[in-house]
């Protein structure tokens, strides 16, 4: 039997799933399909019934559903009903679909690609849009004990850490928000190809600080160039494309993925290509 998967979204053609998850399918010799499946809002409910009835091993969501789908499934996990958003959803038996989140768990597994995470030290992040709260989520179940977040519209950074141990600074303050932290992350727009810059100025920053950009496109942003430059070690915005889609893949098609140099060039090629 072919397993089937896929990502839906509104519009869909950006993702980048098809190909993450059509290499590993590839490599791992798997009689598996992946597709891209363009799904309006009115069509959501259908679309789901649809994929259950076709026995689908489970799908991607991205924008716009990532909240709307939580409604039509079966069951949520911890996590993804933490965060409030779903991205990953797996047939678990029966008919039944199960929506989870792998954003805060790819989130922890390409910053530990660099270095363990500093419990120790405060994060600072910069944001409070989805990508935020999936890594709220992330640093505070790996017990990060301070954790500060500045956004442009600080009342959404007020309701988003109204379910996280989080202190909210001003977006005027964001340059004095990192002193003495041990990870900066950008999940704001700011820096990414079509946007203006993130200004910060980076000069309260200690060296040893890590500092990561969930943009990647381009792969190193303003942002990634200056920490490089003054000796900070630094995670671009790919690494956590990559490492959020091993878990569904491996619910999906009943193996675990590696995220490998070979994975990273190939989706980096489509990348640099425009696709």
């Not at 959501?44 to 091993?57: N, P, Q, T, Y």
């Not at 190809?193 to 309260?204: C, V």
């Not at 600080?209 to 190193?220: C, H, K």
């Not at 995220?259 to 990348?271: F, S, Y």
Request: glycine share 10%; net charge neutral.
């Amino acid at each position: 039997m072919i397993l089937r998967a896929g990502v839906i979204g509104w519009p869909v053609g950006h993702s980048l799933s098809p190909r993450i998850h059509r290499f590993w399918l590839a490599e791992l010799g798997i009689a598996g399909r992946y597709e891209a499946v363009v799904v309006s809002p009115d069509w959501l409910e259908d679309i789901v019934s649809s994929f259950r009835k076709a026995g689908w091993a489970g799908f991607n969501v991205t924008v716009p559903h990532k909240e709307t789908i939580m409604p039509l499934l079966d069951g949520i996990d911890p996590v993804a009903r933490e965060i409030g958003a779903v991205n990953t959803v797996v047939a678990v038996g029966d008919g039944k679909l199960e929506g989870r989140n792998t954003d805060a768990p790819g989130f922890l597994s390409s910053i530990r690609t660099a270095r363990a995470i500093r419990t120790d030290r405060p994060a600072v992040l910069l944001g409070a849009g989805g990508a935020a709260r999936a890594i709220l989520a992330a640093l505070s179940g790996a017990g990060v004990k301070e954790i500060r977040i500045a956004n442009r519209n600080r009342e959404r950074a007020e309701a988003l850490v109204s379910a996280f141990p989080a202190v909210v600074c001003d977006w005027d303050d964001r340059a004095r928000m990192l002193d003495g932290c041990g990870l900066l992350i950008n999940s704001t727009s700011l820096g990414m190809t079509g946007q203006p810059p993130l200004e910060i100025d980076l000069d309260r920053l200690p060296p040893t600080a890590l500092v990561t950009d969930i943009v990647y496109r381009p792969l190193e942003t303003d942002l990634l160039a200056r920490a490089r430059a003054r000796g900070n070690p630094v995670v671009d915005g790919l690494g956590m494309l990559l490492h959020q889609a091993v878990e569904g893949f491996a619910a999906w098609f009943g193996v675990t993925p590696q995220v490998t140099p070979a994975l990273r060039d190939h989706v980096l090629a489509a990348i640099q290509h425009g696709a």
